[in-house]
């Protein structure tokens, strides 16, 4: 029996069914960008990672630094509980947290770190801090969130509930997580107008204002919603969201799993509006995509105020795992050393002249990139196996979901890489989606 036909047998794959038809890829070995896969006949393929694990290994598969920081760990401790024992791997990742953070000589620096075992308990302890803050505060009717449409923050059932209620997994659980507040989504970067910004503005705030009492905090993903659409907005609507929440005592929670680390052009997307928030999750990139670490940072007062009432109350059995602390440290390292900008600025000029070809497709209903971001959005659904084997066959490995074909290519990406990238998506876009639309160009 193949390798593919026994994970058939007993394993589940991320939003699937349990399928004996589950399109599969076995990875034999990864280098760079570069994924060497083996699909169900045998056949072996060479295919760059345009996904970059779904934006996590930024730097590459072994890279050196991270291979070497991990093996060094290896060598002392891979865990120890977190319960009353601390390390020097997770002290020196909450030092280079708090100091890359975005900050703002104005207001409270975030300088108090958890550190979590996966973006979503990030935002669980988030929406927790939020809630307990607003308790020790005297306000313990506030418990509720105001969230964006078009949002995603995880997959655990705070973060779900925070979710977009339609796009999300609302509808079945319905019972689990009802009771957030939604507003609209902020209108689309390329082609937002003063009115529209105002417009949404007045919204928000009339929403927040509504339910001022029961509300705790604010929750979004800066100036990129990725999984919930790949949607990019102004920055103007970021500081719009500080101002809320500063006018009603909101905790302003800025969800960057997926924009933080330098994707969208700055070290973090609130840095693009100038915005500190209350509290930080990030996650995804953390690593550099080696194991999985996330960590919600909060600000001073809110540690402080928290804490005056009680403990945090959350605590995961492998909270702050060194192993992972370690490879984060090294990540860090490489980010701090200041490349990053100049690979997002390649990678992002190259797909936005790779990807502008698609424009004059009928079935395109948009191209957009942002940071080293390109996305490619269909008038229809993605025939998401097709597209991927397509793509495969043209030495790029893709995830397209609904309608969105989209890459966010590892910083190590080279402009060879980042051209087969966007001729990859063209093409394999061109290949299976022209014979339903006509006047695609082939
Ligand atoms: C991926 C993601 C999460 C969830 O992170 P996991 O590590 O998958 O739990 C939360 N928020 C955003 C914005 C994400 O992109």
Known sequence: MSLIDRDRAHLWHPYAPASPRLPLWEVEDAEG?????????????????????????????????????????????SHVMFGGLTHEPAVELAERLVAMAPADPSRPALERVFLADSGSVSVEVALKLAVQFQAASGRPRRQRFLALRGGYHGDTTGAMSVCDPVDGMHAAFGGLVDGQVFAPRPPAAATATREGIDTWHDMVAGLARIHADELAGIIAEPVLQGAGGMHAYPPECVRILRDIADRHGLVLILDEIATGFGRTGELFAADHAGVVPDILCVGKALTGGYLTLAAALCTGEIARTVSSAGPLLHGPTFMGNPLACAVANASLGILAAGGWRQDVRRIGEGLACGLAPAKAFDIVADVRTIGAVGVVELAHPVDVPAVTRAAIRRGVWLRPFRNLVYTMPPYVSTAADVERIAAGMIGAISEVHSGIHEGVPA
């Open 33 to 77: 960008v570069t994924l060497r896969i083996m699909d169900d006949d045998g056949a072996r393929h060479e295919v760059v990672d345009a996904m970059s694990s779904w934006w996590s290994a930024i730097h590459g598969y072994r890279n050196p630094l991270l291979d070497a920081a991990a093996r060094r760990q290896l060598t002392r401790f």
